[in-house]
């Protein structure tokens, strides 16, 4: 059974830093890409970071230069620490694995930027 526990989310003023962390379990981790999306309040989920199986990464173009991916496949945990936060960075955080589409959701993680 796929388990997705995400953490690390809170409340950062504007120009902050904050590390999430993803802890997976119910897969094989270490042959899957694993991603980060957010959804803010009245808009759709967006694809924040994606992370291969052999370390590469992508980013929105909104968190480029800002936000940074990481994996530990032994610890079956992905990491997103975010830098110079922005208010419009404001959303509930998730991981996932694999392509999607995705048929399992955690409960995320609330990020609160505040101006």
């Known amino acids: 059974q796929v388990r997705l526990v995400e953490s690390g989310g809170g409340l950062v003023q504007a120009g902050g830093s904050l590390r999430l962390s993803c802890a997976a379990s119910g897969i094989i981790f270490a042959v899957k890409p694993m991603v980060w999306y957010r959804q803010a309040p009245g808009k759709q989920r967006e694809l924040v970071a994606r992370?291969?199986?052999?370390?590469?990464?992508n980013y929105a173009d909104s968190v480029k230069g800002r936000f940074t991916i990481s994996r530990v496949n032994t610890e079956k945990t992905v990491y997103l620490q975010m830098s110079s936060l922005k208010p419009e960075d404001s959303a509930v955080y998730y991981c996932?694995?694999?392509?999607?589409?995705?048929?399992?959701w955690g409960q995320g993680t609330q990020v609160t930027v505040s101006s």
């Open positions: 996932n694995h694999g392509n999607g589409p995705y048929a399992y």
């Open positions: 992370i291969s199986v052999g370390g590469s990464t």
